[in-house]
């Protein structure tokens, strides 16, 4: 069974940095595609960044890159998004998700319809 645990939110100063964490279960990191999405209130979920080794690909939003870094860790199967430089609009639920790769994609996939399994999310919170 395909699990994902997030982990690491909280309430940060602007300015501050959060490790957000993505404990996976039920399959390895690096067969999948992974992605980090966010959603604010009254907004929609959006992808922040994602990464497949299928495809050799990585994708950061324009509104994190510089600043967001995702990564994974093999022998904890664990995939993370270091946030530095943190904005009070970054204030949103934090999700990951994990899909089978799929080739007919250029890369890692970006939307939230193109993945099947999700984390529950953990809030962060940057005051001003």
């Known amino acids: 069974e395909v699990q994902l645990v997030e982990s690491g939110g909280g309430l940060v100063q602007a300015g501050g940095s959060l490790r957000l964490s993505c404990a996976a279960s039920?399959?390895?990191?690096?067969?999948?595609?992974i992605g980090w999405f966010r959603q604010a209130p009254g907004k929609e979920r959006e992808g922040v960044s994602c990464f497949s080794r299928t495809h050799g690909s990585t994708y950061v939003a324009d509104s994190v890159k510089g600043r967001f870094i995702i990564s994974s860790d093999n022998v904890k199967n664990t995939v993370y998004l270091q946030m530095n430089s943190l904005k009070p609009e970054d204030t949103a639920v934090y999700y990951c998700?994990?899909?089978?790769?799929?080739?007919?994609?250029?890369?890692?996939?970006?939307?939230?319809?193109?993945?099947?399994?999700w984390g529950q999310g953990t809030q962060v919170t940057v005051s001003s």
């Open positions: 039920g399959f390895t990191v690096d067969d999948y595609a």
């Open positions: 998700a994990a899909d089978p790769p799929d080739l007919t994609l250029p890369g890692c996939p970006i939307r939230p319809e193109e993945y099947d399994y």
